[in-house]
């Protein structure tokens, strides 16, 4: 199982994929859509009010939950101790995510004059936290892993306070925003099972030994099936695109594309300025230019439970920034950073 969750984070992409393109055609099999099953099944009340506080979908919550466990039970201490050895530098490129991202994401998306749906996604593929595979793309980029796992880190935990008001500046002309809501929400899916799974692992060397060998193939599955069912749900919609919608495709792709490209560049040059040496610096890059955007699909279908197409750009986020993340990982990888740039510590 261990070979197999890192045969599955090295292809990812493939995965991704395969998963959305038999989601867009299952229909066509005229059998059981198991995508379509997942979206829609219920837990029981009682489960629900005390794991969601009561959202629509459910399982899709629970699912979010599970890889946010595997995340923290692959965190190490060490990994926790950079947090707060290097807590100025972990806060300033923090800053410069949650800073640059929303602004790109909000301000690329009036721009291009994406319609309502597409642009309530856009807007929360910027507000969302990084993504873990920024970390394994680090690794890949010869980058400074640990400062890239102290980012996600930090920008997971302080996500219950920074994303409901990025959702509240944003999205409150499209919805109502309660705030402590959201933050309770991020709590319960996304911090909460995080240190849930770091603490049980670091103080049972059992549980620790196990994690560590399903960790990452639970992670990168419960991703993959988040993203087929979001393709499943709006399988009409994206079967469209190749027809009339055409130009709408175009402007949404080109925006996320530039988001991608362009937090790329910010977390370059923001890691310039707070003076970091070169490896850090990729760390930063590859941070800020990914997004958590299986997190994203989830608050979008919860927050905008009439417009499941509100989640395609959460989606195909997570292709673009896996395949730019990576090719830029694979010029990085082809030397070592300079070291010697910066005085960085």
């Known amino acids: 199982m261990e070979r197999a969750g890192r045969f599955i984070q090295k292809t990812l992409l493939v995965w991704l994929v395969a998963?959305?393109?038999a989601a867009l055609f299952w229909d066509r099999l005229e059998i059981a859509d198991p995508f379509l099953w997942v979206a829609d099944f219920q837990l029981p009340k009682s489960v629900d009010s005390?794991?969601?506080f009561g959202t629509s979908r459910p399982l899709l919550g629970l699912m979010i939950q599970v890889t946010m466990f595997c995340i923290g039970c692959l965190i190490s201490v060490e990994e926790v101790n950079e947090v707060f050895r290097r807590w100025p530098l972990v806060l300033g490129g923090t800053a410069i995510q949650y800073t640059t991202m929303p602004l790109l994401a909000w301000g690329l998306g009036h721009l291009f004059g994406l319609e309502r749906e597409y642009l309530i996604g856009v807007i929360v593929v910027g507000c969302v936290p990084g993504a873990m595979a920024s970390n394994v793309l680090t690794l890949a980029a010869r980058g400074n892993v640990s400062y890239?796992?102290?980012?996600?880190?930090?920008?997971?935990?302080?996500?219950?306070i920074i994303v409901p008001l990025a959702f509240q500046l944003t999205l409150s002309r499209f919805v109502?925003?309660?705030?402590?809501?959201?933050?309770?929400?991020?709590?319960?899916?996304?911090?909460?099972?995080?240190?849930?799974?770091h603490l049980l692992c670091r103080y049972s060397t059992t549980a620790a030994d196990f994690m560590r060998k399903v960790a990452s193939l639970a992670a990168n599955g419960t991703i993959v099936a988040l993203i087929g069912i979001v393709v499943a749900l709006n399988r009409s919609r994206l079967l469209g695109v190749f027809g009339g919608?055409?130009?709408?495709?175009?402007?949404l792709l080109i925006t996320l594309?530039?988001?991608?490209?362009?937090?790329?560049?910010?977390?370059?040059?923001?890691?310039?300025?707070?003076?970091l040496k070169q490896g850090m610096r990729r760390a930063l890059t590859l941070?800020?230019?990914?997004?958590?955007?299986?997190?994203?699909?989830?608050?979008?279908?919860?927050?905008?439970?009439?417009e499941p197409a509100a989640a395609i750009p959460t989606a195909v986020y997570t292709f673009g920034?896996?395949?730019?993340?990576?090719?830029l990982a694979q010029i990085w990888g082809r030397s070592a950073p300079d070291e010697k740039e910066t005085a960085a510590t």
């Open 19 to 21: 998963f959305s393109a």
């Open 50 to 52: 005390v794991l969601f």
């Open 148 to 160: 890239s796992v102290s980012l996600t880190t930090s920008a997971t935990i302080l996500s219950p």
């Open 176 to 197: 109502e925003i309660d705030p402590l809501a959201e933050a309770a929400k991020l709590v319960t899916q996304v911090v909460g099972p995080v240190l849930i799974g």
């Open 245 to 251: 919608e055409a130009e709408a495709a175009g402007a």
């Open 257 to 275: 594309l530039l988001i991608n490209l362009l937090g790329y560049a910010a977390g370059y040059f923001g890691g310039r300025a707070l003076g």
């Open 287 to 306: 941070e800020v230019g990914m997004q958590n955007a299986g997190l994203g699909t989830v608050l979008v279908l919860e927050l905008f439970k009439d």
């Open 321 to 327: 920034c896996m395949l730019t993340g990576t090719v």
